[in-house]
């Protein structure tokens, strides 16, 4: 497994004026750096090798995730209420 950076370093790494931690903390919040960085205690831990997605951009077919793995899913998508057993409401 690869060794995680902070997101502070990781942006050192990317760009050669990192963004700022208010503005790398609001990208791992709504989902823009993918894979998306872990939270342990107060910090963010991201893979060296994760990118930005710019949300106002489409992902090239090449980039996408694999059709076998997980999607993330937004907090708009997920249902406040999980139905459990026959699939009716109680």
């Known amino acids: 497994m690869d060794k ?3 997101l502070e370093e990781w942006a050192k790494a ?3 004026t990192p963004p700022s931690q208010g503005t790398l903390w ?21 893979r060296p090798d994760a990118r930005y997605i710019d949300p ?5 077919k090449s980039s996408a995730p694999a059709a076998g793995r997980p999607q993330r899913r ?4 997920i249902p406040l209420v999980e139905r459990i057993g026959n699939g009716k409401a109680s």
């Open 4 to 6: 995680l950076l902070t």
């Open 14 to 16: 990317n760009y050669s």
């Open 26 to 46: 609001r990208w791992a919040r709504e989902a823009r750096i993918y894979p998306a960085p872990e939270k342990q205690g107060r910090a963010y831990y991201v």
């Open 56 to 60: 106002s951009k489409p992902l090239p």
């Open 74 to 77: 937004s907090p708009t998508s």
